[in-house]
């Protein structure tokens, strides 16, 4: 049985349905925080908060759970508003979920973030192992949790996978509270027919990534042999690289008419002190890692997959965005 926290989140709208694909939807327990009830065309859920032990020690024992997936985490941006709760859940939830790895022999999934670099860190092709001096307390929470993990693995042989995910576009969720949030919210103002206020400049450079890329890396890192795995703090992972000014050409390409404009705010600083590009060759090696999506098939697809699930006024954008690569 499988336990996946955060379930609700970004990473976990899309995970869930596809690991109940793959698993069968009965050997998936989706949590969170919200109290949404189960149902059973959705699936197994159940309310958790992950920084008390005994909840979930007691939905690791209620359904004998083998594998955690454990998502629940608060990013960087909210990290920095609330960084006391942003250590305790993201610190201490992992704690929590290592402590019962360690006891129930489970094997478990964290992600960390680019946010575990810092400013002194190279920035381009930033390397595998390398100083992680981050100027966030989100960021600090990860390379916390990477020792941890590490730690947990050497020490008492428990079976943590992790990796450094960078920022995520998807349609299923959107994220909350995180610094590369404006690269999705751009989407819904290009579908909704708004002018988007960018929270960072133009020039603005980080290391992305589709979802669907995103949960074929977890997938594939989880059923990994542990004996290729030469990482057990978290890999570094990477699809591509593009400037908040590139992604907004490209959606105008498919959209028209759509308009952007820049005005930092706090954002602009986290942002900064992030990677522009991430060396991912230990996670090619060992495992096989390779992404599909670059910049243009991934915003290809994400027009057409939120344009179909978005309210009014999208049967415009619908048609719009049939006719590719509109010239702006
Ligand atoms: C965030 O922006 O906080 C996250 C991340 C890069 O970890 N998307």
């Known amino acids: 049985?499988?336990?996946?926290?955060?379930?609700?989140?970004?990473?976990?709208?899309?995970?869930?349905?596809?690991?109940?694909?793959?698993?069968?939807?009965?050997?998936?327990?989706?949590?969170?925080?919200?109290?949404?009830?189960?149902s059973p065309t959705r699936g197994r859920y159940e309310s958790l908060d992950v920084t008390d032990l005994a909840q979930l020690e007691t939905l690791v024992r209620r359904y004998e759970i083998q594998t955690i997936y454990h998502l629940a985490g608060m990013l960087s941006a909210r990290g920095e508003?609330?960084?006391?709760?942003?250590?305790?859940?993201?610190?201490?939830?992992?704690?929590?979920?290592?402590?019962?790895?360690?006891?129930?022999?489970?094997?478990?999934?964290?992600?960390?973030?680019?946010a575990a670099f810092g400013p002194s860190t190279p920035k381009f092709q930033t390397p595998q192992d390398t100083v992680q001096a981050p100027t966030t307390l989100y960021g600090i929470t990860k390379v916390t949790g990477e020792l941890l993990c590490q730690y947990y693995a050497q020490q008492f042989g428990v079976d943590v996978r992790s990796l450094r995910l960078p920022g995520l576009v998807s349609y299923r969720a959107q994220p909350g509270g995180g610094t590369?949030?404006?690269?999705?919210?751009?989407?819904?103002?290009?579908?909704?027919?708004?002018?988007?206020?960018?929270?960072?400049?133009?020039d603005t450079r980080l290391p992305m990534m589709y979802m669907p890329d995103a949960v074929e890396a977890i997938l594939q890192l989880m059923r990994a042999r542990p004996e290729v795995l030469s990482v057990r703090s978290s890999y570094n992972l990477a699809a591509v690289s593009f400037s908040a000014q590139e992604l907004a050409t490209e959606i105008r390409r498919r959209v028209p008419g759509f308009t952007c404009r820049y005005q930092p705010d706090f954002r602009q600083a986290i942002a900064n002190s992030w990677p522009v590009t991430i060396d991912d060759s230990r996670a090619r090696q060992d495992w096989g890692w390779q992404p599909v999506y670059g910049l243009s098939n991934l915003v290809k697809e994400m027009l057409q997959q939120l344009a179909s699930r978005l309210p009014l006024p999208q049967a415009d954008c619908r048609q719009k965005i049939e006719f590719e690569e509109v010239s702006c």
């Open 180 to 202: 590369t949030d404006f690269a999705v919210e751009m989407f819904y103002a290009a579908l909704q027919n708004r002018p988007y206020t960018c929270f960072v400049q133009p």
């Open 81 to 114: 508003q609330q960084p006391e709760r942003c250590w305790q859940v993201n610190v201490g939830g992992l704690q929590n979920v290592l402590n019962l790895a360690q006891r129930y022999h489970l094997k478990v999934f964290w992600p960390s973030s680019i």
């Open 1 to 38: 049985m499988i336990l996946v926290t955060g379930a609700t989140g970004q990473v976990g709208s899309d995970l869930v349905p596809a690991l109940r694909a793959l698993q069968g939807a009965d050997r998936v327990v989706a949590s969170g925080r919200r109290v949404v009830p189960s």
